[in-house]
Structure formats: C-alpha cells, structure tokens
C-alpha cells in the first residue's frame, strides 16, 4: 500500500507501528469532505479549528515513545482520535486529553464504533494532565508548549518517555522526547521541525 511505502520511504522502521498505522482507518477520523485526502501526508483541518496531524507525524511520534504493549499512555490533546487509535493498537491503556468537548464526544463515538476499548478520552486541561489516573509510562502531546508543563513531568513514572512538540505558535518548533530519570531529572533529545496547532491552557469555553 503506498500509504505504509510512504512512511517505510520517509524512515519509519518499527513494524509494529506500521502494523498499527495500517490497522487503524484514517478515513474514519477525517470529516467527510476530506475522506478523499484521508490518507494523504498532510495534516488536515477537523471541527473547533484543530487538524488531524499528517500520518508520518503520528507515527513519528509514535516510534519515539517506544512503546511496550504494558505501557499505560497519557495523550495531551485528543482532535479527532486518531493518534489515540494507533496509540491504542500498542499500549495497555490509553487516557486522552480534549479541551473541547465536541472533539472529546465525537472521538468517543469513534473509537467505541471500531471497538478501541481501552482508550479513555476525558475532557479537561492538557497542561494539568490527569493526576488522578497517574502515573503514566509514556506521554505525549499533539499541540505546541513554550515550555515543557510540570505537571505532566511529575506523572511520568521513572525511566519514562515524553514526546511533545515545542516552540512558539508563529515560530519555529520541534519534536522533543525526554525521558524520566532518578530524582526526577530528564534527559532530552531534539528531533524534526514540525508545524502544530498551540498548546492552550483550561477547558475550552464553548464547543
């Protein structure tokens, strides 16, 4: 399928993230005038002005969790429920993050439709995290911070993995994975520039 020749092309090796990019249908999170593009390497624009993020973004990201299929998961900003798909196809335990709850119930819908039933997508603040549901094996985060937010540092257990993307809204950002040590230290790594929607504190007000 050209899809998976696109992301093996652009370096994407993990089979089991392939496996899981190619078990999750794209096409059933993109809204219906974008189904032709569904599988398209682009990111594409969903409901309350957020995008679905390109397919080698997400598994990008997702290979830099390093996944274990114990792994409890902490995703910062649901959209359309795609990322927390794939997620799902790989980890134990999926808990995701929405500030807006047309997003939040229309991923629900989704993901109960193709029987993904061990993704749990909450409504609430993404830079809080969910505390109560800490702590987290892996975290990762699908909108922009100046800043790496405590919080979420403080759920992630030791020896743990983070992948967010940092940088300002207008300039220019970066994938970074930080892993957990002793004491609460992290050690980071830089990775590609990408381009995503801001990290925004709070719940959204309406939608």
């Not at 899981?20 to 794209?26: F, K, L, T, Y």
């Not at 109560?132 to 257990?157: E, K, M």
Request: glycine share 10%; with cysteine; hydrophobic share 40%.
């Amino acid at each position: 399928m050209e899809f998976l020749l696109t992301l093996r092309r652009r370096g994407i090796s993990d089979a089991a993230v392939l496996r899981a990019m190619d078990e999750v249908p794209r096409e059933r999170f993109v809204d219906a005038d974008m189904v032709g593009n569904a599988y398209v390497d682009q990111a594409l624009p969903i409901a309350c002005g957020q995008t679905i993020s390109q397919p080698y973004v997400v598994a990008y990201m997702t290979e830099q969790l390093g996944l274990r299929p114990q792994d409890r998961v902490l995703e910062v900003g649901t959209g359309s429920g795609y990322q927390a798909a794939v997620l799902s196809r790989l980890a134990q335990q999926v808990v995701s993050i929405e500030r807006y709850r047309t997003l939040a119930d229309k991923a629900k819908e989704r993901l109960a439709a193709l029987g993904y039933d061990n993704v749990d997508v909450i409504v609430g603040d993404g830079l809080e995290g969910a505390p109560d549901r800490a702590p987290f094996d892996r975290i990762i985060v699908t909108a922009a911070g100046s800043t790496v937010p405590q919080a979420l540092v403080d759920q992630l257990t030791e020896g743990g993995v983070m992948v967010l993307p940092l940088g300002s809204p207008n300039g220019p950002q970066q994938i970074v994975r930080l892993t957990k040590g002793e004491g609460g230290t992290l050690e980071r790594h830089d990775l590609i520039a990408v381009r995503f929607v801001p990290l925004l504190p709070g719940k959204a007000r309406e939608l």
